[in-house]
């Protein structure tokens, strides 16, 4: 069974922190996506890395694969109100994506 | 329409009765799936639709669960005699089937209570 497992599961910081959330399993994958989930909806497709060691931005963001393609990080810097949500990663593995349980971020103003 | 669409968004049921969840796919899109997720965690994955057929049935809980999808389009999941710890959003998600990394693109969800 492929786990991913994510770390911290909730964290709660104030307006203009920076934040790291780790994505990691003991398998390889193909590539692995980043999602974000505002209650009520359903998760929004954020990133995806596909190359051991690529790093992508986006505005704030900045997504990280590692070199072996087992793990991930998501870094968010000067981190905002509206960066507020569940962050989800998942690994591609056989055509089949993998979900972790998901990062609860809370930022206070 | 714009976007993957649920319905209902919300279904209270009674332990015993039988439920049923719709979803409507972006048009086009090949590819559909099903998950169930619990409060604030990650998302479990149920059954995978390409076009009409589903290859992969392996994370239907048990055999009270079952899925459909006719004309490669709309989708529906059927729970027979609910339990309570079937309670859960059920989020469906289509992909074109072409992009390589199958990014998926998820409706609202249904959020189901059974009492």
């Known amino acids: 069974t492929q786990l991913l497992e994510q770390s911290p599961q909730f964290l709660s910081i104030q307006e203009g922190e920076n934040l790291t959330v780790y994505c990691n399993s003991s398998?390889?994958?193909?590539?692995l996506q980043w999602y974000r989930q505002e209650p009520g909806e359903g998760p929004v497709l954020l990133v995806t890395v596909v190359t051991g060691g690529e790093v992508k931005k986006l505005k704030r963001l900045t997504f990280q694969f590692g070199d072996a393609r087992k793990d991930s990080s998501l870094h968010i810097t000067a981190a905002q109100p509206g960066d507020t949500g569940l962050y989800l990663c998942?690994?591609?593995?056989?055509?089949?994506?993998?979900f972790g349980q998901g990062t609860e971020l809370s930022v206070k103003p | 329409g714009a976007g993957v669409s649920q319905s209902p968004s919300n279904k209270v049921t009674e332990k015993g009765k039988d439920v049923e969840l719709r979803c409507d796919p972006i048009?086009?899109?090949?590819?559909l799936y099903w998950y169930r997720q619990s409060l604030g965690q990650g998302l479990e994955f149920l059954i995978y639709?390409?076009?009409?057929?589903?290859?992969?049935k392996s994370g239907l809980p048990s055999d009270r669960f079952s899925a459909e999808r006719t004309g490669g389009s709309v989708s529906t999941l059927t729970i027979q005699r609910t339990q309570q710890e079937d309670s859960a959003v059920y989020l469906c998600?289509?992909?074109?089937?072409?992009?390589?990394?199958?990014?998926?693109?998820f409706g609202p969800g249904t959020r189901l209570t059974v009492l």
């Open positions: 398998s390889v994958f193909s590539s």
């Open positions: 639709f390409q076009g009409n057929s589903a290859p992969d």
């Open positions: 048009s086009g899109h090949t590819a």
């Open positions: 998942a690994g591609l593995v056989g055509g089949k994506l993998i």
């Open positions: 998600a289509s992909s074109p089937g072409l992009l390589v990394h199958n990014e998926q693109f």
